[in-house]
């Protein structure tokens, strides 16, 4: 049973505020985009980090994950 109003669990790794994130149609998985110029792919039980992208002096804006190909992450 869920408490109202509490935190059950918290995810950092990113080292600056988050933009957005995208789960995936199960919910299993999401990803993050930051202003530290990363893109992250998280477990959502376990809460790690699975992959994390960057690029030099690139600030990814959104994320998306493809509906049926959770290995597929667009970023813009």
Not at 53 to 60: A, E, G, I, Y
Request: aromatic share 8%; hydrophobic share 35%.
């Amino acid at each position: 049973v869920l408490d109202h109003r509490k935190c059950i669990r918290s995810y950092v790794a990113h080292h600056q505020a988050v933009k957005k994130i995208q789960f995936d149609s199960n919910g299993t998985h999401f990803a993050s985009c930051s202003f530290d110029n990363s893109v992250k792919y998280w477990d959502t039980e376990t809460g790690k980090v699975l992959v994390t992208l960057t690029q030099d002096n690139k600030m990814p804006h959104c994320v998306a994950i493809h509906p049926t190909q959770t290995n597929e992450i667009m970023v813009g």
